[in-house]
């Protein structure tokens, strides 16, 4: 014990704490405090310190409970005093909360216990005082259910069983013959109290306590025994909170709005959450409790008169009917509207954001029951940031911090028309793979979707997954819809990669290729027939419902250029055509940090040639089928290098096992039979042959370019072809050529041989040369160890976490759906890594890498081209480990942007 | 330059340098000096140094060359006058060699000039000193074709090119309709130098030196160019030998054996180099060139009376046709024969080993050649060792390095008898995956490998390649050959695992299960014919090659003695069957280091109890089918524990993904849906989604155990079932619960709450308890990056470096064979790193996680259990690294106590 002293009180505009006693008095108890001291009415109440969490643990129970009985019954009484009302008191009850509050949050881990001081005889007085009985009732039996569970043990623990209490009152209800909670009556919620205690009686042997100070007791101490519990333990491992932070208890007293017509209750907004505009807002009830304002059972007014008179317009209500029925409380209570108006203000003003609060009015005083910083729209985030900012409320950094990264995301993309969305029918969900929004003609393959884009259709592709012969389909489509397939399903990486709304693993869709249907809920759909998939909820609608396009305003320009003063690192992206490029530039790329090249071979002459290539039996008729593909490759780069002019293009050499390019349908493999001039046989032998059984961990990335190492001398030809010429045409194209896969030094050394001596007899050919980076990929886990060695060759190091995830974790990206569902429920992982970095395994690699790589050469270019690199949290983790950019799909760049920025914010 | 003296000289009994000057000389220059400082007459001569290397690169050719040349001079005038003969003379010319010599071997790197000192008319003083033109002739073109290739450039770099000079020699045997080049006549010999000569001209438009100095001087500093030619430099970087050792040079005399009948040349063994005896012995020819010896053309003579008496009962030679025809060189030289005798005494006293010399008698002169430890076979080396010890010639420590642990290998198989193979006819050639000789009557498939076996018949069998259910065949075959599958596919693993004999990958063979044919060399056998396989060589034998047993003898007993004393790693085995355990513990394992409970499920009723477990559809359908599989468990286990009685046995959960169990054949998925009472329709489509696309990274190990934690409980009550079981009856078991392919401490964690919680049920049940351990392996590379985090719930390591090598090179075990060669063969990698554990990469990892782990629990256990822990490099890193056990199949055992025991006298 540091302090001496274990009660902190508070109330009536006085507190014996502070915002700055967190540690001591918790998160919450510190907050109560700080609005007392800054003049908001808040119920009065005290705080027990965290010190006495561990003084508990340390000396027991009964032994604290005897240190702090005077304490605690000297502050109860300063409550009793400011309520005017006394705890127990048959005609006159206090009643409190006692609520849990640590340093840290920690959400729905310890317990809370509402209505504290009621019993069989205090009921009474209260519905004399209320004149409202089945609320009394309700609020007796919900604390006896409370503090059973919480404190008597009730609760069963394993989550499987049922609890006691719910069990009494199902069969009520049945008895009854009624389903709702709300359809029992007075009568039988004063039967459930029965049953309750007799039930508490039956189980614990003992009488359910009727003495409000043994209820007090028993409800803090079980508050400090919850932060043992095994919820707790493991929430705390899981985010590194030491068990010595203990938390505090807080007991308040309760306030009800709904003793009559001078009571009220309500929420408010200090700007507008949707659109960020700094308009007070919000919605109350009068002679209601809080509950009723979100239940939707009675229609909640307005706050304001500007706000009750445009709802009015929205729901067609007349004004008559406006104000007789629903006036603001600006009319109705124009006294009390003056003050929460004046606090909110306050509010806001002290917290420097946007406010969310909770007020109740008991008998015409008003009650700040809460508040905290308002969620909001990505949009609002935007506005609200900057309007701040402009006046003057928040530094420029601040504002940076203020926009969460991912949020940016629905400023990006197309969006549904709100009032279309309404009416529209959900057909089922599946994952929200790309967000967005998209409304088009149902097709099933690539071939009909370039067909009817071709004819001017907005179509939606529907498969049941995709592969990359779909990859022309989902260019031309609006959005993508699967029926199988995870969030780093190809669709979804591709969709994304594309910034193209997508839809994936919508198990409920039954599809039949052969007739061109689709079948869900009930439904049947035909090639054709319009459908609206929504990528940021994953919805997916009958029929087209209208989107609008995103608009990109002057407050998110400016946030953008904010974010680029203050952040370190650079934000590339990854991009496979002239297109992403472009978009990628508009959205403030600078370079781009992978270009895959193997995207490039999917159209037309090109498959075919590299099919032929593939299959070839020889070296000569492997050179021969490359040499037609390199007109294709260096014409794909001058495009990309164009669009790309004056910034790094980090391009990486081929990486995918061959027998993604060969076809494995004998209709294709009959023809290709044909245009090569070899038996069918031949071909589906050569196609068995590059069957693997774990193809992720097969010959690929670079085992490629040294078992044929012509195929790196054609990339590399047309790399630098392409540089060349535009260098005649006067665009500055700055080439880094990638190698893929690297594991082991003399892999990478000789590759960039074969490079180096490829490029030296292009530069002697054309009698002009360009300057080029070579580097490899890190995304093998031995790359990562033996860094410092790859590091003398290699001029750059982009790590590929998604194969370094696969490798480091032993995971298969396309297999994961079994395990990881289970693993995230469990806690045994906190986020799926292939999302969020995992920074104690692979952020470990990456980090050991860096150092290694930079051990040997200090300038050693380092930056990630993963999916993390659009993922702020891994865009943190790459500030902090020093790597020079980060690399995202074009519609990220925005996001890693402003990630990077809060990055280097937070950690300077 | 450390030393102002360039040139050292050795001859007649004195040298300039000794054999501790390696550093400065080289190996062999060191080595000459030393076997003249014995008093081993070897060809006089003189090194130039090492630093003389580093000088020639930093001052340049020419500058070296004035500083060397009266030295070398000098040098060379020692030598004539020591030889009597003069370097250039026409009438009685002095011949020398050139050869390289580092201070670390890099054989075959750095190149050779013989014969040097021939030109057109010191060829003719030679014909007249040896009276042997062809000799001359044949001497003359293959020394201008060696300079010319070395010295002058003519060699191409490409290694696809011909060289020109071999080009020349077809031409000219075309042109004379010859095949062979000792068809070639003297005037065909001259021929060829007058057109090498041509060559050369024209080629460097240079003529070839005549001049003896200038040959010299070309050769030397050629020598010294050799140093730094691509393949040296890529072999020190391999080897990690720093440029700036260099090489040395050295000029020594050339000595002739053809030179009429008083001179001879040979090659003996001071001890015998196939059984170890100690018997001196060897070969020679009278009038012979040392290729003579060895080219077959004339019979070799033996040179020991003794040898040659047994030589002429092995051949069927009489008495008098040996005396007269093939005396030994005891007889026929009987004073030479005495020099020779005390000289080989001499030389393995000094070099205490067995020693394999080369020599040449020129004119009733003995020059000894060459000497070196001579290559043996297991037996020989375990007996030589144990010999030498006993005659006090090296200490224990040092008999223990003597042997290669390997070579173990050939002692603890059955062989083939030696007579009967000589007569075999071979089938094809497969990969030597498990060693041994088998023969048995052919076989397809595990049924009928046990329909034969039970009918008393020895089999082979013979598949295409072998999957688990392939397993009760295997267990009861005398050998196993397939058709495909690389050294560490499963017929590979699963039969060095049996100490079984295996050949896979034969690609030659062509199996028609059907008919069951097998087709191959145009032999078409059936089932039931002979066949013979050596899985110590990959041969395949037509019909029945008789077989012995091993024997392993006294000597063996006191090696593996010895190595006990001194080594620190204790060795325990790979075992899943009470016969494998028996085994390894008869080779002295010391515990099971893994236990694989899978290998278990595939007999009979387990297998498909196991099935219907994995299909069920509910959680109550699992434990049901787990009741079943329960008993058989709790049996296997006991048969095993009690095999190991008092010594540790880590049992590993159930690791495999889950479709290995499954069937994948229409009829028996048919039968399955009977016995379940399910649809066909049901089964097919649960085991289709059991497919992965990647099941090395897919939903296996404790992820499985986490996702059905009913089969960790089953697993749990089984192994400590049957230890109490034991308990019971005496029997000492000591269990050790090792969860499978750990990656996150809240997997493992998991998974040992689940184990403790099952443990305290039973123990509780049976009113009884034992001691146990639950650790992990560490076979993922993000286990070993968190080993701290790990260690802290875990009581011991298991490093599955199988596992752990593929992920952290990215290599699929099943789908290496596409780049594997190819990477060995480019020296990309140095290893096949399934075999060698990669210490770079793979051990780093390894060495990380021990300390990681150690630093937060301190007696942390830790051993390796892959395939390496047999490995005897592997081994020494694990002695390294301060792991405690290696763990390997059980006829491995002897090697890695033997490699254990060389690792701690190696690393004291």
């Not at 706050?303 to 409380?329: N, Q």
């Amino acid at each position: 014990m540091n302090n001496e002293k274990r009660v902190y009180t508070f109330g009536n505009g006085k507190a014996e704490g502070s915002a700055d006693m967190r540690n001591l008095l918790g998160g919450k108890g510190a907050n109560l405090a700080e609005m007392n001291l800054i003049g908001v009415p808040v119920p009065p109440g005290f705080t027990i310190t965290t010190e006495v969490c561990n003084e508990y643990f340390e000396k027991g129970k009964e032994r604290v409970v005897e240190l702090l009985k005077s304490d605690v019954e000297k502050a109860l009484a300063n409550v009793e005093t400011l309520m005017n009302s006394k705890f127990g008191d048959i005609d006159n009850p206090l009643l409190v909360s006692v609520r849990s509050g640590a340093r840290a949050s920690m959400p729905g881990m310890m317990d809370t216990i509402l209505n504290l001081g009621l019993n069989d005889k205090v009921v009474e007085g209260l519905i004399r005082k209320t004149n409202n009985p089945r609320f009394v009732w309700d609020s007796y039996r919900r604390f006896v259910q409370m503090y059973g569970d919480v404190v008597l043990g009730m609760k069963p623990t394993d989550k499987a069983a049922i609890d006691p209490f719910e069990a009494i009152i199902e069969k009520v209800k049945e008895e009854k013959g009624v389903k709702l909670d709300t359809e029992l009556e007075v009568e039988d919620l004063q039967k459930l109290v029965t049953l309750f205690k007799q039930a508490v009686k039956n189980q614990t042997g003992k009488d359910f306590p009727e003495d409000a100070y043994d209820q007090l007791w028993g409800a803090i101490c079980a508050v400090f025994d919850s932060w043992m519990n095994e919820r707790a333990i493991l929430y705390r491992k899981m985010e590194g909170i030491p068990a010595e932070w203990g938390t505090a208890v807080n007991v308040q007293a309760m306030v009800f709005g709904n003793m009559g017509n001078t009571s009220a209750t309500g929420v408010c907004f200090s700007r507008d959450a949707a659109t960020g505009e700094d308009i007070f807002n919000g919605e109350y009830l009068i002679n209601a409790q809080g509950e009723d304002v979100v239940a939707g059972i009675r229609t909640p007014q307005q706050i304001t008169k500007e706000g009750s008179l445009r709802w009015a317009k929205l729901a067609d209500v007349s004004e008559e009917e406006r104000a007789s029925k629903y006036p603001s409380m600006e009319e109705a209570m124009p006294e009390i509207y003056k003050e929460l108006d004046e606090l909110q203000t306050k509010l806001e003003n002290h917290y420097r954001d946007m406010q969310d609060m909770e007020f109740t009015v008991q008998e015409g005083k008003l009650w700040f029951l809460q508040t905290r910083n308002g969620k909001r729209t990505g949009a609002a985030m935007v506005k609200i940031a900057m309007d701040m900012l402009h006046q003057g409320m928040i530094t420029e950094q601040e504002a940076v911090l203020r926009v969460e990264p991912n949020k940016l995301d629905e400023l990006l993309h197309p969006i549904f028309d709100k009032a279309a969305l309404k009416k529209a029918v959900v057909l089922t969900k599946g994952l929200a793979a790309s967000p967005g929004a998209a409304c088009g003609k149902i097709v099933f393959n690539a071939e009909d979707a370039a067909i009817w884009a071709d004819r001017g259709e907005k179509v939606v592709m529907v498969r049941i997954e995709t592969s990359p012969e779909d990859l022309a389909g989902m260019a031309v489509a609006q959005g993508i819809l699967t029926a199988r397939g995870g969030m780093t399903s190809h669709a979804a990486v591709v969709a994304r990669g594309m910034g193209k709304c997508c839809v994936s693993g919508a198990g409920a869709l039954v599809i039949d290729y052969a007739n061109k249907t689709l079948k869900v809920a009930g439904h049947t759909l035909k090639e054709g027939d319009f459908i609206s998939i929504n990528g940021s909820t994953g919805e997916v609608y009958l029929g087209a419902v209208a989107t609008k396009d995103a608009e990109l305003d002057a407050d998110f320009t400016e946030l953008m250029n904010l974010a680029d003063k203050y952040s370190r690192l650079k934000v590339r992206t990854n991009a496979d055509t002239p297109h992403d490029a472009e978009t990628a530039r508009k959205f403030g790329a600078v370079g781009i940090g992978l270009c895959r090249t193997e995207h490039m071979f999917f159209e037309g002459e090109k498959i075919k040639a590299m099919r032929e290539m593939i299959l070839a039996e020889t070296l000569e008729g492997r050179r021969a089928a490359l040499r037609k593909i390199l007109p294709y490759q260096q014409a794909d780069f001058k495009g990309i290098f164009k669009a790309m002019e004056g910034c790094p293009v980090t391009v990486r050499l081929l990486d995918p096992p061959l027998h993604e390019f060969v076809p494995h349908e004998e209709k294709e493999q009959r023809e290709l039979a044909e245009i090569m001039g070899v038996t069918f046989d031949y071909i589906r032998n050569r196609v068995n042959s590059l069957h693997e059984a774990n193809p992720m961990l097969g010959h690929r990335g670079c085992r490629l370019g040294n078992t044929y190492p012509e195929i790196t001398e054609m990339q590399t030809k047309a790399i630098l072809g392409a540089a060349l010429d535009l260098k005649k045409e006067g665009v500055v194209a700055i080439p880094e050529i990638m190698v893929p896969l690297t594991g082991i030094l003399y892999e990478f050394a000789n590759q960039e041989k074969i490079i180096r001596e490829t490029a030296e007899k292009l530069f002697a050919e054309r009698n002009d040369r360009i300057d080029f980076k070579v580097g490899t990929m890190i995304e093998i886990p031995r790359a990562a160890l033996t860094a410092n060695r790859i590091a003398s060759k290699a001029e750059f190091f982009s790590f590929g976490t998604n194969d370094l995830t696969q490798m480091t974790f032993g995971y298969s990206r396309d297999d994961i759906a079994s395990f990881l569902p289970a693993y995230l429920d469990m806690k045994i992982l906190k986020n799926d890594p292939f999302q969020v970095l995992d920074r104690n395994g692979v952020g470990q690699l990456v980090q050991m890498a860096t150092e290694k790589g930079r051990s040997v050469r200090p300038d050693l270019k380092c930056g990630i081209c993963g999916e993390h690199g659009g993922e702020p949290s891994s865009v943190e983790f790459c500030h902090i480990v020093g790597l020079d950019y980060v690399s995202c799909s074009p519609f990220r760049v925005p996001i890693a942007r402003l990630a990077a920025a809060q990055a280097a914010i937070r950690n300077k």
